[in-house]
């Protein structure tokens, strides 16, 4: 398939890998984190950790939009889908995520109509098929999503359409990469840097990372051979002592960004005073909500939430994970009580999840893997 | 911020409730900080291994009410046959939940089995619910080595449905009953209120007589076995997801259903007596069925991914879903475990057959891992193939 198969060969890797393995110094141990959930899903999907000398690991990182809801915003997002009248809708990720009541999944088959679509746009349709019924668009997502949001809501205020809102949930991934800086738990070697997230913003937001933290960082596309070259590029940094902010994804993330989106989504949206980042906690500055001049189009003004804050349960280190401080299998639930059938931690809900990706694709010791792999499949 | 001390504070006590089952006090030296100066991999190990004990736990069904990932083929699917089913109709019949149960009537053996049909859209490129409902049904027959011989026909119809539908639907049912060379032998209608059912579900049940004396089943593969697939995967449910037009994606694609009996016929005529297992990849696709060989017969599978045949506009669009083709449903195909000295043979027998032009082996049977399914990428790493959690293309069949 073009402009993917290029970005998926075997042999270039190999030849990527040799160059990751010389550039690493003997006895030094490498920790790179990815800070993006579709990173994560990458590298355990293709397996390319395989590519890896053992002294570099990955750490996960905590850009997996779903995987930061606290509970306490899906009992909220519940309590508006059992509202009288209401049509939820939501990006197919979130149906399974657990809120202290349930998921969407539970309250879709409690009798609330809560609706799977590809697109707030969808979401928009539906309200206009359904005049007689509020249709509310649970929005999440980091400042990838936020601009679609934002020209669905412009576009239904342009429409006079009446019976649409959003409740936002939209999440800025600058201010967790410095909470996680800020972390004193943690000693990491660079970033690779989030791909589409960095398409709307660009890459200068990033510049206080090797200016005030000394750590550089490559902004990386999702194909595993664009992931490969963002670690030799980390890598050469390092090797030759310099500390910038680089961008691997050129073909598609310009170094300003995307400025007609970054203006709706400044249009609709503003920063919230703080929110709550699902085992990260409050952090400052970090969501958006609808501005007041869109106040119409905000299912947080049109209805009372419950807003309970809802605790993880002790056991649960999503926060932990989130930050990179736990390996995925290093939670004391993981696969245990906390499963993708059943999880506790949104880390095990989203495929972009770090516990959901390392239960799905790597829940196994890779030595052996790829020992039995490799010679079953000859022939 | 003072937020975080003011608000209301709440326990999510399903969670609490989960974490305290598990927690039964054999962690006391729990792997990743108890054992301090192990090391890291043999802790990994440790966990893995705790996780597996985990998974061979009784299956049980923890939802009070049925949700969509229940009838999706992966694990809640499993747990719910597995915890309610079986466990109230146990039998050994039943027990090896294969496609068709095999018995005996005086010196017949027979092949039985029943399947339920509610794809939506009823009729898609390639094909309707009617001829899904008869291929099905012979196919669940044709993998269990039976040659299909008698189907029943159960209608669910909504008011306000059709007519013209529902004879565009039993006309295509005649069609391919007679392609297969079955009869459609007994039936039943219910006609429910609008808003009660959508259109039009059906459900065939059929059987077919077991002439070879083969006895074939999942359990029996051995490591060593190649592992045949039949053709490309993944058309059937991408051309009925496509057909919805929800997606605002056009490819020229159609639905792979068609009975595979002769193609099944041809095979078991070359190379009966090694063919260990045979299945057709319906929902939950290539992945669910190795994952079923793995889990009964105490085998790892190992696929190289580049081996298995995927269309081109198959694979675009899972790219664009999301969406990993080999748990994609086929309606056509058929996966079969065969002695690895006769998998020349059995490749060249099923791609003497139309429906078998591109059949191939897309991998092997191992020793262990016991129980996983684990692919060589085309990138050139390594992962496990797990059974799916939600399905990402429901009502497929």
Known sequence: MRFVDEYRDAERARALAAKIASLCEPGRRYKFMEVCGGHTHTIYKHGLEDYLPESISLVHGPGCPVCVIPMGRVDDAIALAEQPDVIMTSFGDMMRVPGGRGSFFDSSAAGTDIRMVYSPLDALKIARQNPDKHVIFMAIGMETTAPSTAMTVLRAA????ENFSIFCNHVMIVPAIKAILDSPDLRLDGFIGPGHVSTVIGCRPYEFIPAEYGKPIVTAGFEPLDILQSVYMLLEQLAQGRCEV?????????????????????????LRP???WRGLGFISHSALQVRERYAAFDAERHFTLPGVRVADPKACQCGEVLKGVLKPWECKVFGTACTPEMPIGTCMVSSEGACAAYYNFGRFSRQRVREVSIEASRA | MTHQDTAQQQRADWAEAAVAEHDTGHDAGYPPHAAAGTEHSSREQLVLER???????????????????????????????EAIFLNAFRNPLLEPLEDAATLTAGDTRLAFTTDSYVVSPLFFPGGDIGDLAVNGTVNDLAVSG????????????EE???????RR????????AAAAGVSIVTGDTKVVQRGKADGCFITTAGVGLVTDGLTLGVATARPGDAVIVSGPVGDHGITVMLARGELDIDADLVSDTAPVHELVRGLLDAVGPDVRAMRDATRGGVATILNEVAKAAGVAVAIDEDAVPVRAEVRGACELLGIDPLYVACEGRIVAIVDPGAADAAVAALQAHPLGAGATVVGHVAEDPPGL???????????????LVGDPLPRIC
């Open chain 2, 51 to 81: 996780i597996d004990r985990a998974r061979r736990a009784r299956p049980r069904v923890r939802e009070k009410l049925i949700t969509l990932a229940h009838g999706a083929g992966g694990k809640a699917s499993q747990s719910l046959i």
């Open chain 1, 246 to 270: 680089e961008n691997q994804y050129g073909r598609v993330v310009p170094w300003d960004g995307n400025t007609v989106a970054l203006r709706a989504v400044s249009e609709v949206m503003e």
């Open chain 2, 373 to 387: 399914v684990l692919l060589k990428t085309g990138f050139g790493g390594t992962r496990i193939i797990d059974l």
């Open chain 2, 146 to 157: 039976a040659r299909p011989a008698h189907l029943s026909a159960g209608f669910i119809l």
């Open chain 2, 169 to 176: 639907i039993v006309a295509s049912m005649a069609k391919a």
């Open chain 1, 274 to 276: 703080y929110f709550e």
């Open chain 2, 160 to 166: 306000g449905f059709p007519v013209e539908d529902l």
């Open chain 1, 158 to 161: 342009a429409e006079g359409i």
